[in-house]
T-cell receptor, first 115, second 117 residues
Framework: DTAVSQTPKYLVTQMGNDKSIKCEQNLGHDTMYWYKQDSKKFLKIMFSYNNKELIINETVPNRFSPKSPDKAHLNLHINSLELGDSAVYFC??????????????FGEGSRLTVL | AQTVTQSQPEMSVQEAETVTLSCTYDTSESNYYLFWYKQPPSRQMILVIRQEAYKQQNATENRFSVNFQKAAKSFSLKISDSQLGDTAMYFCAFMNPLSFGNEKLTFGTGTRLTIIP
């Protein structure tokens, strides 16, 4: 039973389009994240939500808009896609207030290719 | 801002041998957390080991252990009796203590480790 699942796993689209990536976790965690991994494998946090509230919002273009309808879901919508948005986007979750600080559970990633 | 540096982009080692991956970091904080995450070819990242900066004892998890040198800001990962399943990208990561309760990790650039049969 997948703990953190993302859909779609692969996404190929044209510049200028709008696309969404969905994430769901069944671990009962209260915090969810989006990380971006570029072509050089560098991972950088984009957003985090705690109990549906936006906590971390790194310097990400306004074209990226996260939405958390409930604490088990965190979706990422991207408007007006650009070539530089091509990357693997990872969703992750964690539970605050435990003894396992920093233990994130990651999804398998969604590879976005913008042509 | 904290930075994490992994100076070995790629490494390879024979199966059953021991390998050490290097990581250095920069911070002005005295209390923080350090991690090693593993990303196998299937892409899903998993936590390998974590170290709390205020603990002097090095963390161990089965075949995985760390050498934490706080003064030198060094955090290396040792894999003993390496196995084919250890082939993966390994990321060193740092967590700012101000983000307790909301884990913002700063990752290094990764080391691609290949275990040779």
């Amino acid at each position: 039973d997948t703990a953190v699942s993302q859909t779609p796993k692969y996404l190929v689209t044209q510049m200028g389009n709008d696309k969404s990536i969905k994430c769901e976790q069944n671990l009962g965690h209260d915090t969810m994240y989006w990380y971006k991994q570029d072509s050089k494998k560098f991972l950088k946090i984009m957003f985090s939500y705690n109990n549906k509230e936006l906590i971390i919002n790194e310097t990400v273009p306004n074209r990226f808009s996260p939405k958390s309808p409930d604490k088990a879901h965190l979706n990422l919508h991207i408007n007006s896609l650009e070539l530089g948005d091509s990357a693997v986007y990872f969703c992750a979750s964690s539970q605050s207030g435990t003894g396992r600080t920093g233990e994130l559970f990651f999804g398998e990633g969604s590879r976005l290719t913008v042509l | 801002a904290q930075t994490v540096t992994q100076s070995q982009p790629e490494m390879s080692v024979q199966e059953a041998e021991t390998v050490t991956l290097s990581c250095t970091y920069d911070t002005s904080e005295s209390n923080y957390y350090l991690f090693w995450y593993k990303q196998p070819p299937s892409r899903q990242m998993i936590l390998v080991i974590r170290q709390e900066a205020y603990k002097q004892q090095n963390a161990t998890e089965n075949r995985f252990s760390v050498n934490f040198q706080k003064a030198a800001k060094s955090f290396s990962l040792k894999i003993s009796d390496s196995q084919l399943g250890d082939t993966a990208m390994y990321f060193c990561a740092f967590m700012n203590p101000l983000s307790f309760g909301n884990e913002k990790l700063t990752f290094g650039t990764g080391t691609r480790l290949t275990i040779i049969p």
